[in-house]
């Protein structure tokens, strides 16, 4: 099965502080089983390593490329998409919904993933199913 990772489960995984962590950390071998498939987009990673550097540091950045990354399956977003994100973000009109959140959920439909590894309520606003339940 695939499955997306975001930003705020990245971050779970990486600050023992974040109120998620023990979720993360119990959630993350069952998502390395073999026959799962770890997805993000490249606008996560900016997200990520943007968070990462402000309320972590360096050091953060470094685990996070070295340890997780290397698991991950990486998805670009292209113009096409990107645009499709802006419209969405703009249609929905809500303060609180990213442009890399719209993006995701492009990718995730385009892909046919219906699973995330995600800390925010979004995706399952959505209808994705998220892992572990929130």
Same mark, same amino acid.
């Given at each position: 099965?695939?499955?997306?990772?975001?930003?705020?489960?990245?971050?779970?995984?990486?600050?023992? +502080?974040?109120?998620? $962590? *023990?979720? %993360?950390?119990?959630?993350?071998?069952?998502?390395?089983?073999? @026959?799962?498939? =770890? #997805?993000?987009?490249?606008?996560?990673?900016?997200?990520?390593?943007?968070?990462?550097?402000?309320?972590?540091?360096?050091?953060?950045?470094?685990?996070?490329?070295?340890?997780?990354?290397?698991?991950?399956?990486?998805?670009?977003? +292209?113009?096409?998409? $990107? *645009?499709? %994100?802006?419209?969405?973000?703009?249609?929905?009109?809500?303060? @609180?919904?990213? =442009? #890399?959140?719209?993006?995701?959920?492009?990718?995730?439909?385009?892909?046919?993933?219906?699973?995330?590894?995600?800390?925010?309520?979004?995706?399952?606003?959505?209808?994705?199913?998220?892992?572990?339940?929130?």
């Amino acid at each position: 099965m695939r499955i997306f990772i975001d930003t705020s489960a990245f971050y779970a995984l990486l600050d023992k +502080d974040d109120s998620n $962590h *023990g979720k %993360a950390r119990k959630a993350w071998p069952a998502l390395l089983k073999a @026959d799962n498939i =770890l #997805v993000t987009t490249n606008y996560v990673l900016i997200e990520s390593f943007a968070l990462l550097q402000r309320r972590l540091g360096l050091d953060a950045i470094r685990g996070f490329q070295e340890d997780l990354l290397p698991l991950v399956n990486i998805e670009y977003v +292209d113009a096409e998409t $990107h *645009g499709r %994100a802006i419209s969405v973000m703009l249609t929905a009109s809500r303060r @609180d919904l990213s =442009l #890399v959140d719209c993006a995701c959920f492009e990718i995730m439909r385009s892909l046919g993933i219906k699973a995330a590894f995600a800390f925010d309520p979004h995706f399952r606003e959505q209808g994705f199913t998220v892992v572990p339940p929130i």
